[in-house]
């Protein structure tokens, strides 16, 4: 069994800036498609990015295209959010999620809290 865990959520105004982490624990993610999802309160579930296992294709989401950026480090098996001129919208729970090949999203994490001020 793997497992996600998600951090480096918090506090932070708006036009400020976040480092979510999500580190791989009981299996490799190497070969994993990564990615990171958040859902607001009474909002759905929504996709944010994502990254290939090497690292050589990444989809954002229109909503964050500009401002987040994601990375890997498959020795570490780590994948990282970079998040800037985060905006109030910005507010969410953020999960980190894996897929093998196109068997779906199959490993989730717990989520991490991001809140944005004003």
């Known amino acids: 069994q793997g497992q996600l865990v998600e951090s480096g959520g918090g506090l932070v105004q708006a036009g400020g800036s976040l480092r979510l982490s999500c580190a791989a624990s009981?299996?490799?993610?190497?070969?994993?498609?990564m990615g990171w999802f958040r859902q607001a309160p009474g909002k759905e579930r929504e996709f944010v990015v994502s990254?290939?296992?090497?690292?050589?294709?990444?989809d954002y989401a229109d909503l964050v295209k500009g401002r987040f950026t994601i990375s890997r480090d498959n020795a570490k098996n780590t994948v990282y959010l970079q998040m800037n001129s985060l905006k109030l919208e910005d507010t969410a729970v953020y999960y980190c999620?894996?897929?093998?090949?196109?068997?779906?999203?199959?490993?989730w994490g717990q989520g991490t809290q991001v809140t944005v001020s004003s």
């Open positions: 009981g299996r490799t993610f190497s070969r994993y498609t």
């Open positions: 999620s894996a897929m093998e090949g196109a068997r779906g999203w199959q490993y």
């Open positions: 990254i290939s296992w090497s690292g050589a294709r990444t």
